[in-house]
């Protein structure tokens, strides 16, 4: 009798252990397919602060698993200033947009956030330390370096465990990726130009830099196409929803196009209003897409 009891434990912490696997990962895949893409702790110049710190502070600011999760939900679902805890995040890189993603997929996000371990963010901090410069914000660039220092030191590689990965790796610290062109005309290159693009944008505006903005604004609105190849492989995984990712990416173009025609004219209120709307129509093809064409972009 005792052996059996054993047994049915046993089994039971078993079926739990897969159980709470499968959760992590398929927490972890929303996460990538919704969030990596800004809060990817290599890009320069940072889109959204990485989730290492994002992490740390709501454990901070919850008594446990379960009021972690509900507050980055609460959050998540209707993002605004004064819910914020990063409040220098939103500083220096504004209010997150709504990810448009289903109240139980971001519960099951937050709490893949809550449990894994993620990598200590030296790229994004060498990053944001070389905006903070650019912008000749020394307080804010001093701030960061003292937190680099105490937390990635002066070692030429870190090693950590990748939280978009889920693997061990070892990155040098001191290099970053380059942006992309689309030379090849890869769906990735094009979508990485673009994300290069819109941050110039970005930052013009905030430096409100008119001729920059234009620029970038120009660059969006007539960016490079994939190959035929690609496109074909695109057309393969969307199918019936072709028509309305094309109509997607024209949308983008006419606000691009708007955005550089207000920054000619030197119009602010009107280049951060489509701006806003610009990024909006972005997150509602990503969140829409995106995970019909994840292969296509590897």
């Not at 200033?81 to 995040?89: G, N, T």
């Not at 893949?112 to 330390?129: L, Q, V």
């Not at 019936?240 to 119009?267: P, R």
Request: aromatic share 6%; glycine share 4%; charged share 25%.
């Amino acid at each position: 009798m005792k052996k059996i009891i054993l047994l049915a434990i046993a089994m039971l912490f078993t079926a739990n252990a897969y159980a709470d696997e499968k959760k992590m990962a398929e927490g972890k895949s929303l996460f990538k397919e919704n969030c990596f893409v800004c809060h990817n702790a290599d890009l320069d110049p940072p889109q959204a602060p990485p989730m290492f710190g994002v992490q740390k502070h709501y454990k901070r600011a919850t008594a446990d698993r379960d009021a972690f999760i509900e507050k980055v939900t609460t959050f998540a679902m209707d993002p605004t200033e004064d819910k914020a805890i990063l409040k220098m995040a939103v500083d220096h890189l504004g209010v997150m947009p709504n990810p448009g993603v289903e109240e139980a997929d971001v519960r099951k996000i937050a709490a893949y956030i809550h449990d894994e371990t993620f990598a200590k963010p030296c790229g994004h901090m060498k990053a944001a330390m070389k905006m903070a410069k650019s912008e000749g914000d020394l307080k804010h660039f001093n701030k960061i370096k003292k937190n680099f220092n105490r937390m990635c030191g002066n070692n030429s590689s870190s090693t950590a465990r990748c939280g978009s990965c889920g693997t061990n790796s070892v990155r040098p610290s001191s290099t970053l990726p380059a942006p992309s062109s689309a030379e090849d005309g890869t769906l990735k290159q094009v979508m990485q130009q673009l994300g290069q693009d819109y941050s110039d944008l970005d930052r013009a505006i905030l430096l409100e830099d008119f001729e920059t903005a234009e620029k970038a604004a120009h660059t969006i609105a007539f960016h490079d196409k994939p190959s035929m190849g690609q496109r074909m492989k695109i057309l393969a995984s969307l199918r019936l929803e072709m028509s309305d990712f094309k109509k997607a990416d024209e949308k983008v173009h006419a606000l691009a196009v708007e955005i550089e025609q207000a920054a000619k004219a030197k119009d602010m209120p009107l280049l951060i209003k489509r701006q806003s709307q610009m990024l909006s129509a972005c997150m509602a093809c990503h969140t829409s897409y995106r995970s019909r064409v994840i292969d296509i972009l590897k």
